[in-house]
C-alpha cells in the first residue's frame, strides 16, 4: 500500500467498501455500455451488499455511478432523484452470488438503442473493485488502467488481431485474460494497457470478421481533483 | 531502499526532515514525481478542509442513530463549562463533525478509512488554527501521518475486518500523533514513539458497530482517537519514550488482531452490536432493506 492508499479517497460516506466501491461498480457499468446514461437499470445486491447495502447507501450509490458521478459527488444522497430526472428507471433485487466475494452486485442495463450488457462486480475494500463477469464470461479487471475488451466468436486468429493492433500503435500491453462458454462459442478478451487507443484502432477491430463487440474504456482519474 | 518500519523511519529522519524522507519514499516507491505527488497531497488536505466547513447538523444517518452532536459539542466547548476546555472541546467537535458527516453521505477524506476519518482532522484543524500555519506546513505533516499508516498498514492491517477496531481507530490515533508531534517540532524519534504510545493505549479495541454501519460506536470513537493522539503527542514531546520498542507495539497490533474473535471484526455480531439494542437497531434496518 503506497502513501495515497492511506491518505484518501474523497469519498462521500459511510463506507469505502459499501458506498465508494458501489459507486465505482456503478461507473465502469456505464463506461462498458458506453452509451452515456442507460435508459433501464437492473440490479441484484448479493452478500453483504444486500444484507447492510440500505444503512450504507449502496443502492444510492450504485445509481450515482451509472449517472457518472464520482466518488466524492454529494448529489449521491440524493441519485435517486437524478435518476428520474435524467429518466433512467432501475430495480434492486437481493440475489445470491455464489463464490463471490461478500461485496457483489450484477447489473443489468439498458442503453437507448436497446443494446443490453450484464456485468458483476465485488468492492474489495478501501474503494477498490473488480469486474468478475461481462456479459455471462469470467473476467478480473478493475477498469482504472485504460481497458480494452473484445468480444469474439471463439476462433483463431483473433488473439492475434488485436495484438498486432496494439504492436502497429506502439501500444503496450500491462494484462491478457481470454475466457469463452464453450470452444467455439462466445469468447471475450481483456487488455489492460498502457495508453488510450485510437478510435481507428477500435473501428478496424470492430469491423473484423468473427469480432462481435470492441469496447474500450480509459483510464479512471487516479483522485477526484479538488 | 523502502522505509518499511519505525526503526527505519527513526534511522532515515535522524539527520533529515522526515517530511523530505518520506516524500523521497514516495517518489521512489510509485515512481512519480514529486510535484505530482504534492499536489496529490495538497488537494487532500484542502478536501479535509472543505469536509470541515461542510457540516450539516440537521442531517441525519440511515438508521437515525447519529447527527448533530458535533453542533452540541461545538456549543457545549463555546460555553465555557467544559471539563476539557475551550480548545481540547473544539477537538471533539471536530471529531465528531466529521465522523457524522461520514455517516450521513457528505463528503470526507478516508484516513486511513471512512470509519475512522474524524481523528486526523480533529487534531489538525484546530492545531492550525490556533498556531496560524499554513496550509503547506500543514501537508508536511499529513506525509508524516501516512507514512506512519503505511507501515502499520505493511505490518499488520488497517481494516477493522481484520484486525478490529485498533486497526482504523487506533492507527489514525497513531497518524495523527505523529503529525502532531512533528508539527511542534518532535525529532523522528519523537514522532515514532508518539505513534507507539497512541497504538498502545488503544490496543485490543474491537471492531463492533451497530448493524454492520459506520455510525455506532464508531463516530464518537473518532474523539477518543484524537484525545489519545494528543495525549501522545505531548507525552513523546516531554521526551517520555515507549517502553516497549515502536516497531514491537505494531507486532503486538496485529497478534491481537490475530487473536480477536470474528464476532469482533466488523461482523455486526459482538461487542455493542450484540446488545439488545444493538440488536433491535439492526433488526429494524434488515426489515427496511427487504
Ligand atoms: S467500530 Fe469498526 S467500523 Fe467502526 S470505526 Fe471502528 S473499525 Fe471502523
Redesign the interface.
Known amino acids: 500500500m503506497n502513501i495515497f492508499d492511506i491518505l484518501g479517497p474523497v469519498m462521500v460516506g459511510p463506507s469505502s467498501s459499501h458506498t465508494a466501491g458501489a459507486v465505482r461498480i456503478g461507473r465502469i457499468a456505464r463506461r462498458l455500455l458506453g452509451e452515456g446514461t442507460p435508459v433501464h437499470a437492473w440490479i441484484g445486491l448479493s452478500g453483504s451488499f444486500a444484507a447492510t447495502g440500505r444503512g450504507h447507501g449502496t443502492d444510492r450509490a450504485i445509481i450515482a455511478g451509472l449517472l457518472g458521478m464520482q466518488t466524492d459527488d454529494e448529489r449521491i444522497a440524493s441519485s435517486f432523484a437524478c435518476a428520474a430526472q435524467e429518466g433512467m428507471a432501475f430495480t434492486f433485487e437481493s440475489v445470491k452470488l455464489t463464490g463471490e466475494h461478500p461485496n457483489t452486485a450484477k447489473l443489468i442495463l439498458t442503453a437507448r438503442s436497446g443494446r443490453t450488457m450484464e456485468m458483476v462486480a465485488s468492492s474489495l475494500g478501501g474503494g477498490r473493485i473488480m469486474v468478475v463477469e461481462l456479459d455471462g464470461l469470467r473476467a478480473n479487471f478493475s477498469g482504472d488502467l485504460p481497458t480494452l475488451i473484445v468480444q469474439n466468436m471463439d476462433q483463431p486468429g483473433h488473439v492475434s488481431d488485436v495484438t498486432s493492433m496494439l504492436a502497429h500503435k506502439g501500444i503496450n500491453i500491462a494484462t491478457l485474460q481470454l475466457s469463452r462458454d464453450h470452444p467455439g462459442g462466445n469468447a471475450v478478451m481483456i487488455l489492460e494497457i498502457d495508453k488510450a487507443v485510437p478510435q481507428e484502432g477500435i473501428a478496424w477491430l470492430a469491423r473484423t470478421e468473427g469480432i462481435r463487440r470492441v469496447t474500450f474504456v480509459d483510464a479512471e482519474p487516479v483522485e477526484v481533483q479538488a | 531502499m523502502a522505509i518499511d518500519s519505525l526503526a527505519g523511519l527513526m534511522q532515515a529522519g535522524a539527520e533529515r526532515d522526515l517530511f523530505d524522507v ?1 516524500l523521497e519514499n ?1 517518489c521512489r ?2 515512481g512519480a514525481l514529486r510535484e505530482d505527488s504534492l499536489a ?2 495538497r ?2 488536505y ?2 479535509i478542509r ?1 469536509a470541515g466547513r ?1 457540516y450539516d447538523p440537521a442531517l441525519r ?3 437515525g442513530m447519529v447527527g448533530g452532536d458535533g453542533a452540541r459539542m461545538r456549543a457545549h466547548a463555546a460555553s465555557g463549562k467544559t471539563i476539557c476546555g475551550e480548545y481540547i472541546g473544539s477537538v471533539i467537535a471536530q471529531a465528531l463533525e466529521m465522523g457524522e ?15 475512522s ?1 474524524g481523528v486526523l482532522p480533529a487534531v489538525l484543524l484546530p492545531y492550525q488554527q490556533r498556531e496560524g500555519l499554513d496550509d503547506e506546513t500543514m501537508v508536511r505533516a ?2 508524516v ?3 506512519i ?2 507501515i502499520i ?2 505490518k499488520a492491517s ?2 477493522g ?1 481484520s484486525g478490529g477496531c485498533q486497526a482504523e481507530i487506533g492507527s489514525a490515533s497513531a ?1 495523527a500523533a505523529a503529525a502532531l508531534c512533528y508539527l511542534a517540532g518532535g525529532s523522528a524519534e519523537a514522532v515514532c514513539h508518539a505513534a507507539a504510545i497512541a497504538v498502545k493505549s488503544l490496543l485490543g479495541l474491537v471492531c463492533d458497530p451497530i ?5 455506532v460506536p464508531c463516530v464518537k470513537r473518532n474523539a477518543a482517537g484524537a484525545m489519545i493522539a494528543m495525549s501522545s503527542a505531548d507525552m513523546a514531546l516531554a521526551g517520555i519514550r515507549s517502553a516497549v520498542p515502536p516497531d514491537e507495539v505494531i507486532a503486538a497490533m496485529r497478534e491481537v488482531g490475530d487473536k480477536m474473535d470474528v464476532s469482533l471484526k466488523e461482523t ?1 455480531v459482538g461487542g455493542v452490536a450484540g446488545t439488545p439494542f444493538g440488536q433491535s437497531i439492526a433488526k429494524k ?2 426489515g ?3
Not at chain 2, 104 to 111: L, S
Not at chain 2, 211 to 215: D, I, Q, Y
Open positions: 518520506i514516495d516507491e510509485r496529490r497531497m488537494m487532500l484542502a478536501a472543505r461542510g444517518s440511515g438508521s458527516s461520514n455517516a450521513c453521505m457528505k463528503c470526507i477524506v478516508a484516513a486511513p478509512t471512512a470509519g476519518c499529513m506525509y501521518s501516512g507514512m499508516g503505511q498498514a505493511r488497517i481494516a475486518a497518524m448493524a454492520g454501519l459506520v455510525e455486526g434496518m434488515s427496511k432493506s427487504e
